[in-house]
């Protein structure tokens, strides 16, 4: 299995600029996490979807973010506008809920730079 | 709101010692709780899981503990090798029933000099 895909690897951006980063989940998961590592706060749980559907939001910051699962195998996060204190990594992770494990399995991250 | 600790500072041990870490939180009661590998640039990978009602877990050089009443886990590594040179990040578990969401603390980072 390729694992979580996530793109892109890199965002620059500007101040203003809408962002969009993708998330392909493992083959047969169905649940979907995103979510933001920083330094100062470490990795926040920004949405959580299972079966396509959200259940748990709590974790966006504000309006600015928005999230979408069209279907099992693709996810978006989108921010807009974008803030420099959205500048972090950006992770997606998925698992299979209902078969008694409960690892989750993290993409490589996108690094988001807003300027 | 529950709130989880580790060790801020980074942890440098000798090649061969035992590594300790320190996971500690307060205000909940998750069902199990994970620990994960996390090296720059990657994102974390899955190590090991405890359930409330296990003590100690181990798998090759990996140990992990949980005291429920102390609210604390201890993650070991023996014969640290420098290979095993990462962040190490604890994660709660919801509380029983709660789905699968995951609370995160902010990562130790280990470092093992030959």
Redesign the interface.
């Known amino acids: 299995d390729a694992g ?1 895909i996530q793109s892109p690897r890199h965002e620059v951006t500007e101040m203003g600029q809408e962002v969009t980063l993708r998330c392909k989940p493992i083959s047969g998961h169905n ?1 979907l ?1 995103w ?1 933001r590592q920083t330094m100062m ?5 920004l949405i ?1 979807f ?1 079966n396509n559907v959200p ?2 939001d709590s974790g966006m910051p504000e309006d600015r973010f928005s999230a979408k699962m069209p279907n099992a195998s693709f996810s978006t996060l989108k921010i807009q506008p974008s803030e420099p204190r959205d500048s972090a990594v950006y ?1 997606c ?1 998925s ?1 299979r ?1 209902g078969m008694g494990t ?8 996108t690094r988001l730079t807003v300027t | 709101s529950q709130k989880i600790e580790q060790n801020s500072e980074a942890l440098n041990i000798q090649e061969g010692k035992t590594a300790t870490l320190t996971c500690n939180y307060t205000n909940y009661s998750p069902a ?1 709780l ?1 620990w994960y590998r996390q090296d720059p ?6 190590l090991l ?1 405890i359930r409330e009602n296990e003590k100690e877990k181990r798998k090759e050089r990996l140990k992990v503990t949980f005291d429920t009443t102390l609210k604390q886990s201890l993650f070991h590594i023996t014969a640290s090798q420098p290979a095993d040179s990462a962040t190490y ?1 604890c994660a709660l ?1 919801p509380e029983t029933g709660g ?9 130790t980072q280990l470092k093992v000099e030959l």
């Open positions: 979580v649940s996490f979510y706060r470490g990795l926040e749980l959580y299972n259940i748990d992770f992770a698992i809920e409960y690892e989750q399995y993290f993409g490589p991250g | 199990y994970q640039g990657r994102g974390p990978v899955f899981l990040l578990g789905g699968n969401k995951l609370t995160f603390g902010t990562g």
